[in-house]
């Protein structure tokens, strides 16, 4: 039986190690690459490529959802699972709009990890049942979130604010001009009333989409 062949990618390196070492526990899969972030990614894409996917959604540089992105235009049948930190479903929509057929938490059983490989090899959708249950109840609620407002690439560039980079080091991640990032700067603070990169960094914590230890 030939195994589906996997690209890990995560710029922890302890994180990449514990999930190769759980799919290894399972007989039809097999990691045939790792990556340590979104330009890496690009050329172990290339290099090996893997069936499926596996993407953290919040690495520094590119970050996940530009690499999807990155991904599926060169390839518009790969096969992307993200996972993430953060269970806030601002990211979920994200990757999903990005490209990805599947989206995890990073605090799922390995069971459904492992189920979710499965789904997304066959070009199936799979999404973590908590974050699912979370945008089900939201749509219900009548829930307005202010993010929701910002375009993906306004969203990327909000994201990369909100950890402190610089305008120049957003437009070098994001292979944007500093020109075009400072238009999406300013659209962003328009957008949701904010007026300084404090201000950016707040409401990101405030909706949990900044991992621990995040300036």
């Known amino acids: ?21 759980l799919l290894q526990t399972w007989d039809d899969v097999a990691v045939v690459a790792e990556a340590s972030s979104g ?4 050329v172990q894409f290339d290099l090996h490529h893997p069936d499926v996917v596996v993407m953290d959604i919040a690495m ?6 530009e690499a999807i992105k990155r991904l599926v235009s060169k390839d518009p049948q790969v096969r992307i699972l993200s996972l993430s930190a953060h269970e806030d479903t601002s990211y ?27 789904m997304v090899a066959q070009h199936k959708r799979f999404i973590d049942p908590v974050i699912a249950q979370r945008m089900a109840m939201q749509d219900l609620d ?16 909000f994201i990369q604010l909100a950890r402190g980079l610089s305008v120049l080091q957003i437009s070098e991640a994001l292979n944007l001009s500093s020109s075009t990032v400072g238009t999406h700067l300013y659209k962003v603070k328009q957008k949701l009333r904010l007026s300084n ?7 990101a914590m405030q909706h949990g989409l900044l991992d621990a230890g995040t300036p």
């Open 1 to 21: 039986m030939s195994k589906l062949k996997l690209m890990l990618v995560d710029d922890h390196a302890v994180v990449r190690g514990g999930f190769k070492v």
């Open 39 to 42: 330009e890496e990614a690009l």
């Open 60 to 65: 520094t540089g590119m970050g996940g959802l």
């Open 92 to 118: 979920s929509k994200r990757a999903f709009q990005a490209g990805a057929l599947g989206y995890l938490s990073k605090r799922t059983a390995p069971e459904v990890l492992i189920d979710a490989i499965r």
């Open 142 to 157: 009548g829930s307005d979130n202010p993010i929701e407002k910002l375009s993906p690439r306004e969203f990327e560039v």
């Open 197 to 203: 990169q404090s201000e950016i960094t707040l409401l």
